[in-house]
């Protein structure tokens, strides 16, 4: 089995991006393999990042 996570970003900090985060290393202590499809991948970028950039 392998899960894909669909996210803005999977990074720590606060919000969905650290919930996907925690998750991933959760599973890969599991032994589940793991995928990640974020805005980077799509080729956007976070709104927070436009904002600051």
């Known amino acids: 089995m392998r899960i ?3 996210a803005p970003e999977i ?3 606060s919000g969905v991006e650290s919930v996907a985060y925690h998750l991933e ?3 890969a202590k599991l032994g589940v393999e793991t995928s990640r499809f ?3 991948d799509a ?3 976070c709104r927070r990042q436009q ?3």
């Open 38 to 40: 974020t805005l980077a």
């Open 25 to 27: 290393q959760e599973w």
């Open 4 to 6: 894909l996570q669909i």
């Open 43 to 45: 080729r956007g970028a």
């Open 51 to 53: 904002a600051e950039g």
């Open 11 to 13: 990074r720590t900090g």
